[in-house]
């Protein structure tokens, strides 16, 4: 088993930059893929971007072109700077890990509120 937890979502004010981290515990070292998916009301939840143990990443979404992803696997976390932050970015963002046996966990999300 996989937990992660997500942190760094708050309010941010628009135009404004954060860091979201996924930090994961447990059977830890079978992990392959981390990802960034959000959701807002109302809405699907969307894959931001994704990346593998080996650092190759693959964007998706509203956010590409203004976010990076990244890991730091000694640290078992993976990361998500999302710059120029605009009110649609408004939505609970969750993190997701898939493991060797293609098993997926999900975190239990972080609140990102975009407002002046």
């Known amino acids: 088993q996989v937990q992660l937890v997500e942190s760094g979502g708050g309010l941010v004010q628009p135009g404004g930059s954060l860091r979201l981290s996924c930090a994961a515990s447990?059977?830890?070292?079978?992990?392959?893929?981390m990802g960034w998916y959000r959701q807002a009301p109302g809405k699907e939840r969307e894959l931001l971007a994704s990346i593998t143990m080996g650092g190759v990443t693959n964007y998706a979404g509203s956010v590409k072109g203004r976010s990076t992803i990244s890991r730091d696997n000694a640290k078992n976390t993976a990361y998500l700077q999302i710059n120029n932050l605009k009110p649609e970015d408004t939505a609970v963002y969750y993190c997701r890990a898939a493991d060797i046996m293609l098993n997926v966990y999900w975190g239990q999300g972080t609140q990102v509120t975009v407002s002046s």
């Open positions: 447990g059977n830890r070292f079978t992990i392959n893929r």
